[in-house]
Each structure stands twice: as C-alpha cells, then as structure tokens.
C-alpha cells in the first residue's frame, strides 16, 4: 500500500545530542513537510521540500535541519539548538496543487531525557 | 498571508446528534483548497474533506459536509449522527498558491461525544 512511513514512533534524547527522525514516502509526491506539535496545539511548519535537494524553512526552523537526497525521503534532525524539543513530530507529504490533500505519516514522540 | 480561524476551542456533542465545527479564513488568493481533518488521540492526521474555491457544490462525504459560503470566507464542517469514534481533534486547512501550496492550520477543535 502506498504511504507515509516515520519511525520510530518514540525517541528519547539525551541532553546536547542530536537525533533524527525518518520519513519516507511511496506515494510519488515531490513534496514533503516536516510539522512540530505540542500538547493540545495546531501544528507548525519546520521544513518543507518542493523538490529534490532543494528546501525552505518554514516557521519555526530554528534547532533543526533535513536534507532532501531522494524523492522518497526526509529526515529531520533535531539538534542539540533546539532546547524545548519535546513533542509530536508529523511528516507529510503531497503533489504540489491547492486541490490535493497532504498525507500524513503517523508521527514521532521525541522527549528529552 | 493566509488565516485560518478556529473559534470553538472545544464541544460536546450527543451521540447519534450533529455538530457543526466552526471555520473562517483569510486570503487574497481566487485559487485555493480547503480542506478538515481529524486528529485521534493517538496522533495520526486523517484526511476527511476537501472543498476547492471554485465548487458551487457544497462537498459531502458520508456523514462530513462542508458548509462552505464563499463570500464570507467560512468553512464549516458538519459530522451527521455522531459516534463515540468521532472523538477527535479536528483541524481546518488551506492550501493556496500564494503560500507555495502550504497548508496553513487552525488551531483546532476538540470534539467529544457524549453516549
């Protein structure tokens, strides 16, 4: 079946380390979003990627980065900058038109350990 | 820059009752997609409507609507005959050219329903 795969679901990190967070897509979508979700809050865009090796950040980029090697995958990692880290972390993915939906991945609970 | 207004942070609803979640927005764009999704308590986004600027049919699926007036920029999701699975969080989106085909969020509604 065709989907979005993130894993793992949970992550501990430990204090100045940096960890990553995989997304991989086989819906053929070019592009792809990485969204951060805290307790009872809406979802914020981090990163997104329109295409291969090129993405923009998004509006709260600051303490992550992704790469964006392949069409089928993008990894966030979450560095030892970002100093409130804990949360769900969703990936998503689409074909780029206002008409289509954005699929989403079933998330990653990164907590600080 | 595009807006999306959530007013009903929360809302109980019977079961087997219908309910209407709330949902205004803001663009300058004529092009764009709306769209409602449901968020359950264990995590995952679920895709459930889409309504496109240029509809003159309100969209429908299953027991979703969208109650969708153009001219006042509003977006109403109905869910008809609720169920006990219909406890979610439900989100208001939209997508538009403008904005690099982001989808641009609400802050949500909490739905629970009521046996």
Not at chain 1, 43 to 61: T, W
Not at chain 1, 98 to 103: L, R, Y
């Amino acid at each position: 079946d065709g989907g979005i795969t993130q894993s793992p679901k949970y992550l501990f990190r430990k204090e100045g380390q940096n960890v990553t967070l995989s997304c991989e897509q086989n819906l053929n979508h070019d592009a792809m979003y990485w969204y951060r979700q805290d307790p009872g809050q809406g979802l914020r865009l981090i990163y997104y990627s329109q295409i291969v090796n090129d993405f923009q950040k998004g509006d709260i980029a600051e303490g992550y980065s992704v790469s964006r090697e392949k069409k089928e995958s993008f990894p966030l990692t979450v560095t030892s900058a970002q100093k409130n880290p804990t949360a769900f972390y969703l990936c998503a993915s689409s074909v780029g038109a206002a008409h289509q939906p954005q699929h989403f991945g079933d998330g990653t609970r990164l907590s600080i350990l | 820059a595009q807006k999306i207004t959530q007013t009903q942070p929360g809302m109980f609803v019977q079961e087997k009752e219908a309910v209407t979640l709330d949902c205004t927005y803001d663009t300058s764009d004529q092009s764009y997609g709306l769209f409602w999704y449901k968020q359950p308590s264990s995590g995952e986004m679920i895709f459930l409507i889409y309504q496109g600027s240029y509809d003159e049919q309100n969209a429908t699926e299953g027991r979703y609507s969208l109650n969708f007036q153009k001219a006042r920029k509003s977006a109403n999701l109905v869910i008809s005959a609720s169920q006990l699975g219909d406890s979610a969080m439900y989100f208001c989106a939209m997508r538009a050219p403008s904005n690099d085909y982001k989808l641009s969020f609400g802050a949500g509604t909490t739905v629970t329903v009521r046996a």
